[in-house]
């Protein structure tokens, strides 16, 4: 009987040393949980970044999301593009259990049907395709490995580089990587850096003058994934005459004596918290108080509008990512030569809703404008702090800027008409 328990107690050691080693024991161990909206864990000698998503719902659906990635560091150059900043408006994915993966996949939200009619919807859905754009195995307890999609080409920046006829680059996967410093969750969205490294044996001349080595340039790129909005936002359908930046799909069950081509205002959401525009404190001065000033001028435009108190502004923290989605930045942005500022952000692309609002300021516009002045003034009167000092005055047209970038970001088109009714428009 005792040789009999012994044989026993060994059998079960066994079965049991076969199913830890069959699962590879906890694959988070050693690694760094950061709770939030992803609940991730962070390997922060390897870099990699494992994720535990909720159970599927009935459509198969662990969670849904909307993805963005910009570029936290650029290239420098303004003919390329590739800005400190630049990047996507986002898109809706759900990351969606099939089996013993987990798909991230892009819902096609151009085509779409708001009817009540299930079979109606079903019909629309199954026209147009949806765009699979990463499939993680699963690991025990829902975990999936997002380490090889956070380093993928995810913005097409090699196509990008051939088309602006900059040569043929590829990825080095060997010098693309996770920033573990620089990964972090918050209870509705979770932020990524990557460095990413493009080379080349034949780069082109904007590449070859603004990366470091010539050949080989390394980008920041981050990821976003931040919590659907609730339902608490009311679509705003748009009016050419308001002149609004617009978003536009096609809704195939519009009744038959209306157009199936929907337009809708981009826009943020007036809550009790005031909208909020963070200026880039890497402006130096006077140029940042500037900006803020320009910034500023919507504050009397919201009271205009009967909103008052529902904007302001700030200099943006120190300890804050200028690409996290709870922060609208107005970024300065360093080029080789002089270039375009621009004001967009992430916007929820089933409704308008703006949810980050970001404007790229081109720092070598204002010395431009200097430089003009003092072309048209002489330079004997700069710095001289007079009305007519070309520094004064180049601060003037940057507080212009300001505001008219932070417009666009807002949702407002160009206003072309204003030039001929005593300029009153900023945009």
Known sequence: MRILLILIAFLLAGCTAQTTSSTGGDPTAGMDARDGF???YVGEGDGRVLARLPDADADGIMLSAIHSARLTAGLGSNPVGLDRGWGESGRVVDFRRRGDRVILEERNLKYRASSDNALERRAVAESFAPSFIASFPVM?????????????????????LKDAEQGSFSLAADRT????DNVFSFPDNSEFDVFFTLESADPGREVATTAANGKTA???????FVRLPDDGYTPLPSDPRSGAIEIVHYDYSAPLSAPIEKRLAVRHRITEEPITYYIDGGAPEPIRSALVEGA?????????????????????PEDAHPLDVRYNVVQWVHRQTRGWSYGGGVVDPRTGERLKGHVNLGSLRVRQDRMIFEGLLGAGKTDSG???????????RIRQLSAHEIGHSLGFAHNFGASSDDKASVM
């Open 38 to 40: 992803l609940s991730l």
């Open 140 to 160: 025990d307890g829902n975990l999936i490995d997002m380490t090889e999609f956070l380093t993928s080409d995810a913005l097409g920046l090699v196509q990008y």
């Open 177 to 180: 990587l996770v920033d573990a």
């Open 218 to 224: 390394t980008l920041i790129v981050h990821h976003s």
């Open 296 to 316: 500023q001028w919507w504050v009397d435009g919201f009271a205009a509008a009967g909103k008052a108190g529902a904007y302001r502004v700030a200099i943006l």
């Open 386 to 396: 007079e009305a007519d000092d070309p520094v004064q005055l180049a601060l003037m």
